[in-house]
């Protein structure tokens, strides 16, 4: 007999979101946070994202279903059968980048991305960033709306929509992709071990203001950025068989 694991579901404040944690509760229960063994997500990306931040401390794996906008993380939307779609769930593991933003004034930020870091520009004017790799001046001058340093997890998101490339899981690959780059023109980002050390300044920060968010968590007026992966943190999602990530992200490079 297969096990049934004990469930804690979170859910967006979105509508459908809210009637399937109505329905799900009622017919599989509601384990505490603490006592869950499996973590149901139920919203899109974004609720995927905040659920897995959670995550860090406990490593609690999380099964998603798809009750919001985007879901290219999560599995379809169907209440029966859950505890079997669990346990025959395939496993995918990520780990974050630690984003490291000082601000204007000289105050350090940390913060944790699972998709990607990027960094743009505040007002009208274009941004000027210098661009350090593992203690090596690569780009001197990068006239842009912006940067993105990505996850394989993240490369099908924000930066592919910027003509970035599609990482498949397991590479031990960031991908760095310029938003819009202005100077070089030509530029079309880099491919970067995993273990890579980027390190980003903003020329002339006090009349290019630019931001860096990690994810959805955002610092303004930031005067450098350090962005490095953290193997200490990893993170388990869960899915259907058949439609886990590292199939997702290979269909994308298809064009399905």
Known sequence: MPSTPALHFTTSDRPEARAAFDKLTHQ?????????????ALGGDGTMLDTLRARFEDRKPVYGMHRGTIGFLMNEFHADGLIERINAAERATLHPLAMQATDQSGQTHHRLAINEVSMLRQTAQSARLRIIVDGRERLDRLVCDGVIVATP???????LSVHGPILPIGANLLALT???AYRPRRWRGALLRHDATVEIEVLDPGHRPVSATADNQEVRDVARVIVEEDRS??????????????ERILQEQFGF
């Not at 599989?28 to 149901?40: K, L």
Request: aromatic share 8%; proline share 5%; charged share 15%.
């Open 153 to 159: 997890a993240g490369s099908t998101a924000y930066n």
């Open 233 to 246: 943190k990893s993170l388990t999602l869960l899915f259907d068989p058949g439609h886990a990530l590292d």
């Open 178 to 180: 310029p938003i819009s």
């Open 28 to 40: 599989y229960g509601q384990a505490s946070e603490a006592d869950a063994e499996i973590i149901v």
